[in-house]
């Protein structure tokens, strides 16, 4: 019985301690981050959000272009209906579906697109983007050590508009 409690004690320790000794590439809150991952195969730089607005990721996965092509990472934050998606990729093979642009904000020093989602032949405004979703499109430039640019799409479901702009301005550079 002695031997069990310290052979649990230094399995215990060890754990504990595992973060403060390993090398820390890849490590957050002493775990993997998901994102570091999936960067690790990727030839682009991939972003995560910064700000959530308390929403946590509850799907992170890459998709297929195709044969010869680069993967895209699609992350999903938050649960129906309040949350957003995320799209990166080189390019992203996705149809987001049809939407009546309202707008071309700067993120990350580019013009964007930002749509609010909308049937055809219907035109939508600023003020339906919070009941319909809103989409954010951008391609954020190359960045060391990376040399292709990243296409960016956010869709959100019950965000305003103000909280969708927090999460693309608070994007973070993985890696």
């Given amino acids: 019985m002695k031997r069990i409690v310290l052979g649990l004690a230094a399995l215990s320790a060890l754990v504990l301690t595992a973060p403060v000794f390993g090398s820390g590439a890849g490590l957050m809150s002493g775990s993997p981050s998901k994102w570091e991952n999936i960067q ?16 946590k990721l509850k799907k992170l996965k890459t998709i297929s272009c195709g044969t010869g092509k680069e993967p895209w ?3 999903t934050y938050g649960t129906s209906p309040r949350g957003f998606d995320i799209y990166e990729g080189h390019p992203i093979c996705s149809d987001p579906g049809e939407t009546t642009r309202v707008g071309n904000p700067t ?24 009941k319909n979703g809103f989409l954010l499109t951008w391609n954020a430039k190359p960045s060391k050590p990376y040399k292709k640019n990243t296409t960016i799409q956010i869709n959100t479901s019950h965000l305003t508009l103000a909280q969708l702009m927090k999460v693309a301005n608070g994007l973070k550079k993985v890696g």
């Fill in 73 to 75: 990472v699609a992350g």
């Fill in 107 to 130: 993120v990350m020093g580019v013009k964007g697109y930002l749509g609010v989602f909308c049937p055809p032949p219907k035109t939508c405004t600023v003020s339906q983007g919070f």
């Fill in 40 to 55: 690790v195969g990727i030839t682009y730089r991939l972003y995560h959000p910064g700000n959530t607005l308390g929403n």
